[in-house]
């Protein structure tokens, strides 16, 4: 038997009474539209609510179904991290960016933190199906404690690599080496797991191409194949998203693409679900998309789904519906607050035969816009977008309308720039 980590707080998971609730359907740029099927028949999700409460609600369809799970919980580095909305701003000078509310990794004590972590493990491993991988993001403020919860949930036999993320950037560290990487804890669900090892490899270095063609003896008699390229090592080198300007989305701590590009191709394969209940920017599942996997996002904060649906909408990326957990069964989505009519904006937005206008005056507290109609189940089809580029100030002033609902009533979605949200009917 493996040590086991013990607090004076630990328990299993409670069941969580609630359902998820469809909200949306949206059809990037039409894609997909009209549905064939029902909404719930979309297999790609985008959730917004406690994780603990969504993975309780997916768990009747999904346990031992989902081949990855990726999770990139708070660090328990006990600071808030902002979001930025600016556009057009001087990376250099974080004094004058525009910021709004990210979300906090803040906790009483250890106990507390782990109190959080622990049930969502024991969850997560559930839904993994019998070849499932789980990757466990973290740094060095909790992954020692993490490493001994998940030798307990999966089993120490089931670990399979520690990989170390490493990366550049400034610090203001002078007592110290500078902390530059991340851990993630690699486990499968049983000796029988996913890995395509060749869909990861990677080319030889320049220089030990070299020795190669110089020596026969340079590998002690072995003789790699140069041409199909090496496994990678346990440690990546990926730059952070900072360094990467056509990535940024301005969500704290985002991930780079590339790093989850390799976690999906080794352990998943296409039309496999891709799971991520920390989605932040919305990485994995933009990434699932784009490999052609199917998604499951959520997070419990309003900005992390804003931002993961504005990702995805400026991407390629399929239909997907968007959901909120809740315990209320008679409450009608779609006619949430969180979406209130305001008639004052009726000027501002005007109708021409195949499109919708946007005024000059409006475009600059845009975030982003819709197009679509409520189904008679209040289901919101969105079916045509546009979003605030993160190098762009404005939105484009103009949303086309789809021929075959030239003659029907529309309904407008704004979303501002200070996160506040309305609809409006236009005829």
Same mark, same amino acid.
């Given at each position: 038997?493996p040590p086991?980590l013990t ?8 069941p969580i009474?609630g359902?998820? !609730?469809?909200? +949306?359907v *949206?059809?990037p740029q039409?894609?997909?539209?009209p549905?064939? %099927?029902?909404?719930?028949d979309?297999p790609n999700r985008?959730i917004?609510g ?5 993975i309780s609600?997916l @768990?009747?369809?999904y =346990?031992?179904?989902i081949?990855?799970i990726?999770a ?6 006990n600071?808030h $991290?902002p979001a930025?909305?600016?556009?057009g701003e001087d +990376?250099?000078?974080?004094? #004058?960016?525009q910021?709004?509310e990210g979300y906090t990794?803040h906790?009483q004590d250890?106990d507390t933190?782990?109190?959080m972590l $622990?049930?969502?493990?024991?969850? @997560?491993h559930?839904?993994?199906s019998p070849t499932g991988?789980l ?7 909790a992954n020692? $404690?993490?490493r001994l919860?998940?030798?307990?949930i999966f089993?120490a036999?089931?670990?399979?690599? #520690? ?12 007592s110290?080496f ?7 804890l690699?486990y499968?669900k049983s000796?029988e ?5 060749d ?5 030889y270095?320049?220089t030990t ?6 020596s026969?003896?340079a590998?002690?008699g072995?003789?790699p194949?140069?041409a199909?390229?090496k496994?990678p090592e346990?440690?990546w080198?990926f ?6 300007h056509?990535?940024?989305t ?9 790093? @989850?590009e390799r976690?999906?191709l ?5 039309g496999? *679900?891709?799971?991520d209940?920390?989605c ?5 599942s ?6 052609g ?11 992390a789904?804003?931002t993961?649906?504005n990702?995805l ?5 399929p239909?997907?519906i968007?959901?909120v957990?809740d315990? =209320?069964?008679?409450l009608?989505i ?6 209130p ?5 009726? %000027?501002m ?5 195949e499109?919708?206008e946007i005024?000059s005056l409006?475009?600059? +507290?845009?975030?982003?816009?819709e197009?679509?109609? $409520?189904?008679p189940?209040?289901i919101y089809h969105?079916?045509t977008?546009?979003?605030?580029p993160?190098?762009?100030?404005t939105i484009?002033?103009?949303l086309?309308?789809p021929?075959?609902l030239? !003659? ?6 704004m979303t501002m720039i200070?996160?506040k949200?309305?609809?409006i009917?236009?005829e």
């Amino acid at each position: 038997m493996p040590p086991l980590l013990t607090w004076e707080t630990k328990k299993q998971p409670a069941p969580i009474q609630g359902f998820l !609730k469809t909200e +949306s359907v *949206i059809f990037p740029q039409g894609t997909g539209y009209p549905p064939s %099927g029902a909404a719930d028949d979309f297999p790609n999700r985008l959730i917004w609510g406690d994780n603990l409460a969504v993975i309780s609600a997916l @768990m009747p369809q999904y =346990e031992g179904k989902i081949p990855l799970i990726y999770a990139d919980p708070p660090f328990f580095s006990n600071r808030h $991290y902002p979001a930025r909305i600016g556009r057009g701003e001087d +990376s250099r000078r974080p004094r #004058e960016w525009q910021l709004a509310e990210g979300y906090t990794d803040h906790w009483q004590d250890i106990d507390t933190y782990l109190d959080m972590l $622990y049930p969502r493990l024991v969850l @997560m491993h559930r839904l993994l199906s019998p070849t499932g991988t789980l990757y466990l993001h973290l740094d060095w403020h909790a992954n020692a $404690y993490a490493r001994l919860i998940l030798d307990e949930i999966f089993g120490a036999e089931q670990f399979l690599n #520690e990989i170390v993320w490493v990366y550049h950037g400034p610090s203001p560290i002078r007592s110290a080496f500078n902390r530059k990487h991340d851990t993630i804890l690699v486990y499968t669900k049983s000796p029988e797991y996913t890995f395509n090892v060749d869909a990861v490899r990677q080319p030889y270095d320049p220089t030990t191409i070299k020795t190669f063609s110089s020596s026969a003896k340079a590998g002690f008699g072995k003789i790699p194949d140069l041409a199909r390229g090496k496994v990678p090592e346990d440690w990546w080198y990926f730059p952070v998203v900072a360094r990467l300007h056509n990535e940024r989305t301005g969500y704290p701590t985002q991930k780079p693409a590339a790093l @989850m590009e390799r976690i999906i191709l080794a352990s998943s394969n296409p039309g496999d *679900i891709v799971a991520d209940f920390f989605c932040g920017s919305g990485t994995t599942s933009a990434m699932a998309a784009q490999l052609g996997r199917h998604f499951i996002a959520n997070d419990i904060t309003w900005r992390a789904i804003h931002t993961t649906k504005n990702r995805l909408l400026s991407g390629s990326c399929p239909p997907f519906i968007q959901q909120v957990f809740d315990s =209320e069964k008679n409450l009608e989505i779609g006619e949430q607050p969180n979406f209130p009519v305001n008639p004052d904006w009726a %000027g501002m937005i005007t109708r021409k035969a195949e499109s919708i206008e946007i005024d000059s005056l409006l475009l600059p +507290s845009l975030d982003s816009l819709e197009a679509g109609v $409520y189904t008679p189940d209040h289901i919101y089809h969105s079916i045509t977008q546009a979003v605030r580029p993160f190098r762009r100030k404005t939105i484009p002033p103009r949303l086309s309308i789809p021929s075959h609902l030239v !003659k029907h009533p529309i309904v407008v979605r704004m979303t501002m720039i200070n996160g506040k949200q309305e609809q409006i009917l236009i005829e």
